[in-house]
């Protein structure tokens, strides 16, 4: 018994820090090829930009007071820089699309539906518990820098995009 147990907690960490590797197709379609490992998640098409993986909600309030941040700041950086906002409160795409035409959205989204996997992987890797609105920044060699959970100030995230983004 003793043996299978150490046998179970041996292979669930090793599954734990395993790669990640899948495929995540946004809300218009588009597929990005994504490989996660250890303190880096590398997305295909996002290389040498400044990503901002963020989470949230439809339903979100606080989401919703981000939003304008990440709006202006994907318009003012657009070069270097990319949102890529996934709705996590189990939302089919057509709704998200629908809020993003509604609420001028002019970054990428995806449906927690579609997306699952890097969910759970950024939750297992960071502690995520689920609050949202939680940003992921991962820099333009694809490490992560820090997930915070709340609002983060429109300045102090374009203090990131300015301190690496490849210009």
């Given at each position: 018994?003793?043996?299978?147990i150490i046998t179970?907690?041996?292979?669930?960490?090793?599954n734990i820090q395993a790669q990640v590797d899948m495929n995540l197709t946004d809300?218009?379609?588009?597929?990005?090829?994504?490989?996660?490992?250890?303190?880096?998640i590398k997305i295909a098409g996002m290389e040498g930009k400044l990503v901002f993986l963020e989470f949230f909600g439809l339903q979100c309030p606080a989401?919703?007071?981000?939003?304008?941040h990440l709006i202006n700041l994907q318009e003012k950086y657009k070069e270097n820089f990319?949102?890529?906002?996934v709705e996590v409160q189990n939302n089919e795409i057509d709704p998200i699309n629908d809020y993003k035409a509604e609420h001028g959205i002019n970054y990428i989204t995806f449906s927690?539906?579609?997306?699952?996997?890097?969910?759970?992987?950024v939750a297992e890797k960071s502690g995520w518990q689920g609050a949202i609105p939680y940003t992921v920044a991962i820099d333009p060699k694809g490490e992560v820098l820090f997930?915070?959970?709340?609002?983060?100030?429109?300045?102090?995230?374009?203090?990131?995009?300015?301190?690496?983004s490849v210009k």
């Open positions: 018994m003793k043996k299978i179970l907690i041996a292979l669930f960490t090793i809300t218009n379609g588009t597929e990005y090829s994504v490989v996660a490992e250890n303190n880096s989401c919703q007071q981000a939003m304008p990319q949102v890529l906002a927690n539906y579609d997306i699952g996997g890097l969910v759970r992987y997930a915070q959970a709340g609002v983060i100030p429109e300045k102090t995230l374009e203090a990131y995009i300015e301190k690496y």
